[in-house]
């Protein structure tokens, strides 16, 4: 939990890079991205899950505002859609299946720290900050045998179903690992993205029943980015 909060702090490392010693810069891009991610949701007591697949796009600005030693400082702005959720691991030879499908809306701020080429070439760099989320929509999706038969679940867990998401607003912390192809036409990346939520799904006071219920996803993105 340290490490992840530490990363928070790397978003504000680049606002007061004026008053740093290096080479100024006044650069703004805008572009967005597409991609896929995997998501689950940790649980105290334990839910047995396997990976939840989804899609993701969003848009994105970004201000490049130094050149320091060899890092390209800037803070990036992004507006994205996520599809999140868990799908649940049932190992009681019932045949059930169970899906929570949640699409969010999420608004990460990060800070951008590249080393690479500026104008041609391929550019390195990691993204790091907080992240806000609002739940748009959700859904279950129960399939498998029927009927459907919970008297058997791995450690007796029950009270998700049929219960939809208390928090609409979930917030954490975001990282993610890129390179750019640095073109006349414009910048085309991809990168590996990890969101660890600090929030909860569920309340978690003496009085709920889960003690934990956060998000988790790893997303893989195609980017594109404009430099004005």
């Known amino acids: 939990m340290k490490r992840l909060l530490t990363l928070a702090l790397a978003t504000f490392m680049c606002i007061g890079a004026s008053a740093q010693v290096g080479s100024l810069r006044n650069m703004w891009s805008a572009g967005g991205s597409a991609g896929i991610g995997t998501s689950s949701v940790s649980f105290i007591p334990t839910i047995k899950q396997q990976l939840s697949l989804g899609p993701t ?136 993205r990890y969101y660890f939520g600090l929030g909860n799904i569920y309340g978690i006071t003496k009085s709920d029943y889960f003690a934990r219920c956060a998000n988790s996803t790893i997303s893989l993105r195609a980017t594109y980015m404009i430099t004005f």
């Not at 994205?80 to 990460?108: C, M």
């Not at 999706?141 to 919970?150: D, E, L, R, S, T």
């Open 57 to 192: 796009a969003g848009i994105a600005v970004r201000h490049t505002s130094e050149k320091y030693f060899f890092l390209i400082c800037a803070t990036q702005l992004e507006l994205n859609y996520a599809r999140r959720g868990w799908t649940e691991l049932i190992e009681d030879g019932t045949g059930n299946e169970y899906t929570r499908v949640a699409d969010y809306i999420e608004i990460p701020f990060f800070a951008h720290l590249g080393f690479g080429r500026e104008i041609r070439g391929f550019q390195g760099y990691l993204n790091a900050g907080p992240q806000i989320s609002f739940l748009t929509s959700e859904r279950e999706i129960y399939g498998g045998q029927q009927p459907w038969n919970i008297s058997n679940r791995p450690n007796n867990v029950t009270e998700q179903y049929g219960k939809s998401i208390e928090n609409k607003l979930d917030y954490g912390i975001a990282a993610g690992l890129g390179v750019e192809m640095r073109t006349e036409l414009g910048a085309f990346g991809i990168e590996g």
